[in-house]
């Protein structure tokens, strides 16, 4: 399974294992939370210096899902680089490559907590953006329906009758999702921790990611040991 | 001939003691550059290592005279307390402080500026003190280094980082002598050379070993367990010894089984005989009660890990119990050594074996001590992500030159042969990262200005002193009461908290808490008045086998009977022989069995831990190629149990040692172990910080896992430093696949296959074993592709 399909405010999305999503009757590929830049940022704040590989790493994955659903529009959801001084610190290859992936389609990154104001890059720039029933955003709102962010990198685990499996998950119910961090150097919150435990109500459910795409509840009813799965698409 | 001044002999006289003839010989031969001393607790080790200073100090001396450094804080501050004594009686104007992890930073600051004549340290407060860019006034007028516990030190990077910090603090003082205190081993030699600046001679002075220790198995009236390690069995025993005797100590081999013993020993300890619990998981607090306790001779016995191993003098111990199997005949002797004080008794140990296995494993170690059979391995070159550590502590202290910094290095026994080549790969991956794709080249770490490395930025010094050392304190959670300023209890470490629902309880301290949830980094709990704790353990570090006492068990499994044996255990043996086989020497058993839903096998190689760890790893790959979905695996040293969603119906092929070696560069890539060895060689290295200025970065999605730098760095950079570090830290640590190939060769193709139709009483323990590795192959996709249908058929959907 390479991806869910799920309906969020009667639209109906693909919530892909590489921890993208498409929108296959607006042909909207969105991915979060990319945070291209970490290494060098850590390097200039900190001094520890990490194999700076991510942006190669990040870009690779993104050409991929790029290649193979060919998006009439592409949807950074914030956080797209680690913070501002990041976005020049990328190597002429790698703005090159931004700008290959930008060629016959609609860019729009969308401001996020780590890079908020316009990049030199090309693309548009929005705080929000608004297709049809849908409205993209970095940090969810709390009312918003039909509202899709990022930000928070869900991780949800799943307790299987041998052990647990914990992975970055999209966390969604039928009117908000979060999507998980597309970026390679992110790390996940899971979803037991407030404010994610609190954000959503009981039939909040989850779209692990990784090897493949699985839908879960996020809270198993509790008289049957076993939550309800379902499989899709 | 006597080279003690008049105050000090007659100090002696006064007492009505003598010295130690090693005592005067460490003191005749004072101005060699280096001495190891050789002597068993109790020996006067310590006052041997001290009285050449005391001689010295009898006359005026400006400043620092003698380091003191010791592998524990404890330590340190217990040597405080005992060199006080003799320095008040002889009447001498020496000042002795302690500096540690623990002292205020106002007496630290005090220490830079005004240092003692004695200084009593640990290895990470000493290359914490090379940092500073005052280090050659803080060191100016030292004369002596006194490295107490050796062999303990020696054993691990903690050495490493000490004799490196040596080689630095003999740059700074030229005529600094190094003596070393060390208790029995097997190869002293190995050690001297580790001490000794090369190509300085180091005479190793031995003292007189003492009469044999009293050593024998306790006998119980009830018999062992099949399995498990919490010697319940024999509480009333233990119970009966510790009346019978003054102070006792009960040494475990885990932190987890202290626990279990202790909360058990109390439920038992009907007329109160006062005991405490000591391990490395409790707060300070709680040991320190404990260490005063037993200092005031308040407690008849205390329940303790290795925490307790060290040369801490802790008054009138006659007994020493070891429960469970002591795993390593060295250890066990030093450990015996805690007993009695008095050089001249012997000292008195009775080992309590926690299961039927342990019984064999506790003869064969009892006959090791009496033929005087201690083991130990030789450790190899000095690692390089604890040279990396020792590069950014140097430019901490100030610009240097590369070439300097390589002599000096290759002045430690460990670094003798240390090439330039890997010495300038070190210095390149602590300037740049050393990254084949070259970035970073505003942000280095190291410049070069005028042929002199410095910081770039000098306020990076915090950080890289805030993450000093080479102990590797896997993630641990404080715990704590439940309430404002709850009390603190100790630590767990994160994995096993991260298995805890709410209410779930478990042992602490000997006591039973009930787990409330995770505030910030602390577990919160609260006091539960159950008498069983719900979850049993909590992990700790748990002892290999050594090789010798592997191969003495696998002969004794060989004998028609064993008369040596209690019955019950020589009864346990026949069962095995009887539904199963015993292992021999020349052959491998093999053992395949359904248990708790699963297919397990059970391979009886005896090849030691890490070898079986490397079995399991190829074994797993093996399997995961042919669709088996292993799970995971336990190694002990004389087994590998692995379990899976599929039966093994013929293991011989898995065997075949041309695919096992195949097996292993391809393998060496993505598992488990490696990630481990990264994390552990990267934090050492600098490469990621266990310490950030600003506490814990708020969120935890700004933080991401070690093993996603492993993974980038091995797809990216397959010849990076770190990675080849990870690699030669592997093949000796965990890897060890020599001795898997020594094991083939043996079996030669003899596979004893026995399929069972439940677990085999050999295999038994092994269930209880700590230190899984999961595989996360296509089992965790079965796995959820399993959960889904039964979830599915539950819905009465299919």
Redesign the interface.
Known sequence: MSSVALTLEGETINARASGALFWPARSVLCVSDLHLGR??RI??E?????????N??TLQRLEDEIRALSPATIICLGDSFDDLAATKSLTEIETDWITRLQAGCEWIWIEGNHDPAPLDLGGTHRETLRIGALTFRHIADGQTTGEISGH??PKAS?Q??????SRACFLFDTSRLIMP?FG???????TS?PPLSTMFGKDAQVV?TG??A?RFDLHPSKR?S??????SG | MNHLPPQIADWFTAKGWSPHPHQLDLLAQKDLPAQLLIAPTGGGKTLAGFLPTLTELTEQHTGLHTLYISPLKALAADIGRNLQTPIDEIGLNIRVEDRTGDTSATKKKRQRADPPHILLTTPESLALLLSYEDAPHIFKGLQRVIVDEIHALAESKRGDQLFLALSRLQTLCPNLRRVGLSATVDDPKAIAQLLAKNPDPCPILHADPGPKPFIRMLGTEVAPPWSGGGAKFSIEAVLDQVRNHRTTLIFHNTRAQAEIFFHNLWLQNHEALPIGIHHGSLSREQRERVESAMINGELRAIVCTGSLDLGIDWGDVDLVIQIGAPKNVKRLVQRIGRANHRYNTPSKALLVPANRFEVVECIAALDAVKENDLDGDPRGPGPLDVLCQHILIRACSGPFLADELYQEVKTCGAYTDLTRVDFDRCLDFTATGGYALRAYDQWKRLINRDGHWHLRDPRSTQRIRMNIGTIQDRDLLKVRLRGRGGRPLGEVEESFAAGLNQGDTFLIGGQIVAYEGLREMTVEVSRNAAKKPKIAVFGGTKFATSTKLSHRILRMFQQKAWSDLPAHTAAWLHLQRQVSQLPEPNRLLVETFPYDGNHHLCAYGFAGKNAQQTLGLLLTKRMEEAGLHPLGFVSTDYATLIWGLDPVTDPAPLFDPASLKDGLDGWLAGNAVMKRTFRTSATIAGLIERNLPSKRKTGRQATFSSDILYDTLHKYDPDHLMLDITHREAMKGLVDFNRIEEMLTRIDGRIDHVTLDRVSPLSAPMFLEIGKVPIHGSADEALLDRYEDAALQEAGIT
């Open positions: 290494s060098e390097a200039r900190g001094g520890h210096i990490i194999p700076p590989y991510e190669t790493d928070y990198h799943i299987t009758r041998s052990r647990t499996v961090a390679t150097y992110t790390g996940g919150m899971k921790k692990l090897k493949s699985r049957s076993k939550p309800a799965a379902s499989r």
